[in-house]
């Protein structure tokens, strides 16, 4: 089929048109409303190095992830042990992810392990000490459960930041894990990074809490928290002095529903005062259990606390049904939206620590950008101009598929929506010249067959079909390289490495198919005596 004349020029048309159909947006970003259905969307994305942006590389606490775990398990095994009659004095979180609980009696000890095993196999004793007649009894979590729980804490952390990066609209962002306990974060085109650093690094932990009104608040302040309740923070603004000041709670320390039951949470501006505040409805799920909460406390105090900071403690007047309420804060409008996006995405499991930061600025992208096109136009020009004087007419021929090369390398980054990086720009320098080496050693083959005597024609089709395999072989092991090189790299080196990949791919396109087209149509159809070589 390939040996067609018709259909080979077929296919380089076919191509060709298909580069310049990908790279309308590129090239033309007005495009008349007729016509702009009918084209691509997706135009070339530049990477940070080029549009500027933000770079994070952010440290997951996965050992506080481990210890909230072991919390929220301490409740639930004091339910268990009750329901199987295990006495014991207290059970509460110690040091580290472990937990630990007195029995009264050593006769609890065999019942205690036998509710472990059936209920909470995550668990095993690390530690057990007699005390007084009983047992001081340390829990942790087994070494298999740990490293599980951690696994599943990053594999967490980089979903709800992916989706946090997603709802505050950067396009082309890079978010990839980075050793035990790490994730890197690119976001070419941010314009404000503090937004987006706070947007990313909230841990967003929602939480209802009832407020302790059975206590005395300032007797909890002198230190005297009853047990069972904590102290938590607010902040009120002065109507008089517009100062924000802080304002302590006292609310219960039993968490009656968390943001983890949230379906929604959007921005809306309250009738009465015009102010922005966060209205959030709960799951099927969530909705159940925020009836029976409201029914269960009316008249009392119910406390919304957002990372440990209460944003509003309101008076349950009434049962609530279907599951909606509102976050009030005196917010502006875009801490509003941040708040709703962070609640929408959810909870971070742990809390994140910023390890490094660097912020690159449009004006040096623009700079990047400059200068990586003059490097790469000036080494093209210079390799157009040393074909076409050293091998005439024929280094024209393989000048004109050095361009498709060009084009075919940024299209196949357009429609894939791959990201265009400076090291990108450099692995498609680097396949300009290899290109162009794969014409030369076509070129000297067929210099060595006219030498011999041989007819054009006859030059041509030995030359190609010489040196055919050694450009496959130089091709198969760049590739190879580059493969190694976007599987074992990161950042710049898999930029460098994706480019040259598609350069060799079209390379191998360019160099064999598309210049032993023309050369074929020339002789077919001119009576060509002398190659110009």
């Given amino acids: 089929m390939f040996k067609s004349l018709k259909i080979r020029i077929a296919i380089t048309a076919a191509v060709c048109l298909g580069c310049l159909y990908f790279l309308i947006p590129t090239f033309f970003s007005n495009i008349p409303s007729p016509l702009d259905q009918y084209v691509p969307k997706e135009k070339i994305h530049l990477g940070l190095d080029l549009q500027g942006g933000m770079h994070l590389l952010m440290e997951i606490d996965t050992d506080k992830a481990l210890e909230s775990m072991m919390e929220r398990i301490s409740n639930d095994l004091k339910e268990s042990m009750m329901e199987n009659k295990v006495r014991f004095r207290n059970v509460e979180k110690s040091k580290g992810a472990t937990m630990s609980l007195e029995l009264t009696d050593a006769a609890g000890k065999s019942i205690l392990e036998k509710v472990l095993k059936d209920q909470f196999p995550d668990l095993e004793i690390a530690s057990s000490t007699p005390r007084d007649g009983g047992q001081l009894i340390t829990l942790k979590f087994n070494d298999k459960r740990a490293v599980d729980l951690r696994k599943l804490t990053i594999e967490h ?82 109507k008089s002095t517009g100062q924000r000041g802080q304002v302590p709670y006292l609310l219960k320390n039993k968490t009656l529903l968390t943001g983890a039951s949230l379906e929604t949470a959007k921005v809306q501006i309250s009738d009465r005062f015009g102010e922005p505040h966060v209205s959030i409805k709960f799951n099927a799920q969530g909705a159940a259990d925020f009836d029976r909460i409201t029914n269960e406390n009316v008249r009392k105090r119910m406390a919304i606390v957002l990372d440990g900071v209460v944003h509003s403690a309101p008076v349950i007047q009434e049962r609530i049904s279907g599951g909606q309420a509102q976050i009030t804060g005196s917010f502006t409008m875009e801490e509003a939206r941040d708040l709703a996006i962070v609640l929408r995405a959810g909870a ?32 093209s020009l210079l390799v157009i101009l040393f074909m076409v004087v050293y091998y005439r007419l024929s280094g024209a021929v393989a000048d004109i598929a050095l361009i498709i090369n060009i084009f075919l390398i940024l ?92 350069g060799l791919l079209a390379s191998l396109f360019t160099a064999i198919f598309v210049t032993r087209v023309i050369f074929d149509y020339v002789t077919q159809n001119f009576n060509i005596k002398k190659i110009s070589i």
């Fill in 157 to 238: 952390s980089l979903e709800t930041i992916r989706n946090r990066v997603d709802q505050f609209g950067v396009a082309e962002p890079e978010i990839i894990p980075e050793g035990d306990n790490r994730i890197l974060i690119q976001l070419p085109g941010v314009k404000d990074p503090e937004r987006a650093k706070n947007l990313i690094g909230k841990t967003a932990l929602l939480e209802f809490k009832i407020v302790d009104e059975e206590h005395s608040l300032d007797e909890a302040l002198r230190g005297n928290v009853p047990e069972g309740s904590i102290i938590a923070y607010g902040s009120r603004a002065d």
């Fill in 348 to 379: 971070l499991p742990a809390p994140v620590n910023i390890l490094e930061e660097r912020t690159v600025g449009p004006s040096l992208g623009s700079d990047s950008i400059r200068q990586g096109v003059l490097a790469t136009l000036i080494g």
């Fill in 411 to 502: 299209a196949i980054l357009a429609a894939f929506r791959a990201t265009l990086t400076l090291p990108g720009i450099a692995g498609m320098l680097l396949t300009v010249g290899v290109a162009v080496d794969a014409n030369i050693l076509i070129f000297e083959r067929i210099r060595e067959e006219l030498r011999t005597g041989k007819t054009p024609r006859m030059a041509l089709d030995m030359g190609y079909d010489r040196a055919f395999i050694t450009i496959i072989d130089t091709h198969i092991t760049g590739i190879i390289s580059a493969l190694v090189l976007m599987f074992f790299g990161t950042g710049p080196i898999k930029g460098f490495a994706v480019t040259t990949i598609i």
